[in-house]
């Protein structure tokens, strides 16, 4: 039976039954089935409005109390809400934010201010998406304002707020060691730009500000650089520091040498000192490095540089050779090293020569001798257990 036919066979009977569902059920079961199925959708239907308008108005009491957020991230989560909903919400609450767009924007600005430079990155990265995807969800209330705020916001937080807040930082940086985190995070952010030197150059050219030679904060900065991770600021720092290790001329400063020795870089330190051809800042380093290091590789390192300075190379080398004479190793890496034959003159270096020649002479007989002594044990004993082999026979 057709549906209307279902419907008004059910009102018939029940005029005629008084309402009495039971006789109506037993006369037409289909007529009541229908009935049944038509107040369920009816009341679906309600509870649907009833439910759609109770988000509605809770979505738009969002928008209206987002600004009471407690932190960042209550705010954040916040807003991924209102860019989910509102798609499905209706035009109402487009109106709200449209309306509250402006003081949603200042409200989330404000509670960046205490993040460092890290943090700030990826939260003004995280607001940029959102407000991206608050754009493409209100284009279809056409609401042009609403639309075009949120789309040029989110370049807007990228391009001009996060692009301030990278100068500030790097305006106000030392650039010491606890800064490499920091500047890794703005190489990684730039380098995800369409022109990542708009970013990075004036950050390179604020590191360069400070002295490679003389600045060991700096030193410690560059040395904790990756080529991954810093990508061109390793490669700028490294070239800079290297520069200035090799120039020849330039002044590097005995606190930043003397932390190269304690970490390492030892044959960096020595290759500077035997290369420096700038006399006053050599005689500098002999006054404060020269024989204070322990370190014979770096006083030799003095003695091979060509250049003059007031230093008395000879008396040291003297005493090293005197106070270590039994150190046939130690004196061969003296007397091999550069300019040292220049420097104590032909007769002393003949004098070691002989000596040395002496010491691998007894060596060679200690040896002899201890190989002699060693066969003559081992025969008494071959000797003493073939008598005891003997006795037992």
Not at 196 to 213: A, D, M, T
Not at 252 to 261: D, G, K, T
Request: charged share 30%; glycine share 2%.
């Amino acid at each position: 039976m057709p549906f209307l036919e279902n419907i008004k066979e059910f009102f018939s009977l029940a005029q005629k039954t008084n309402y009495n569902v039971g006789e109506i059920f037993a006369q037409a079961p289909e007529a009541v089935y229908t009935v049944a199925a038509v107040l369920l959708v009816v009341v679906l239907i309600i509870v649907f409005l009833i439910n759609r308008s109770v988000k509605i108005s809770s979505t738009v009491k969002l928008v209206s109390q987002i600004q009471n957020s407690k932190n960042f991230d209550e705010y954040s989560s916040n807003l991924d809400k209102l860019a989910t909903e509102l798609p499905k919400r209706g035009k109402r609450v487009a109106d709200s934010m449209n309306v509250q767009k402006n003081d949603i924007l200042e409200k989330e600005l404000s509670l960046l201010k205490d993040f460092d430079i890290k943090q700030k990155i990826e939260k003004y990265q995280k607001i940029s998406s959102q407000y991206a995807t608050i754009a493409q969800n209100s284009k279809k209330y056409a609401i042009n304002d609403l639309t075009s705020y949120y789309d040029e916001t989110s370049k807007t937080l990228l391009e001009v707020n996060l692009a301030q807040e990278i100068k500030e930082y790097y305006d106000n940086s030392l650039f010491t060691l606890e800064d490499v985190e920091y500047v890794n995070s703005i190489v990684e952010y730039a380098n995800t730009t369409n022109e990542p030197e708009l970013i990075l150059n004036p950050l390179i050219e604020q590191v360069n500000r400070f002295s490679y030679s003389h600045n060991l904060d700096l030193f410690k900065f560059t040395m904790a650089l990756t080529k991954k991770e810093s990508n061109q600021v390793y490669t700028n720092c490294t070239q800079k520091l290297n520069a200035v290790l090799t120039s020849e001329e330039e002044k590097v400063s005995e606190v930043i040498l003397s932390y190269m020795l304690e970490n390492d870089l030892k044959e960096d330190v020595y290759s500077y000192i035997s290369n420096l051809k700038n006399s006053i800042h050599l005689q500098e380093l002999y006054f404060v490095m020269f024989g204070k290091k322990d370190d014979i590789d770096l006083d030799l390192a003095f003695v091979a540089n060509e250049t003059e300075i007031g230093g008395d190379y000879s008396e040291y080398i003297d005493c090293q050779i005197t106070d270590n004479w039994r150190d046939l190793g130690f004196i061969k890496h003296i007397i091999e090293a550069p300019r040292v034959l220049e420097t104590i003159g032909h007769i002393s270096y003949r004098s070691v020569l002989e000596r040395i020649e002496k010491l691998e002479h007894e060596e060679e007989q200690n040896k002899a001798i201890s190989e002699a002594l060693e066969i003559a044990r081992r025969a008494e004993a071959m000797a003493k257990e073939a008598k005891e082999i003997a006795r037992q026979k």
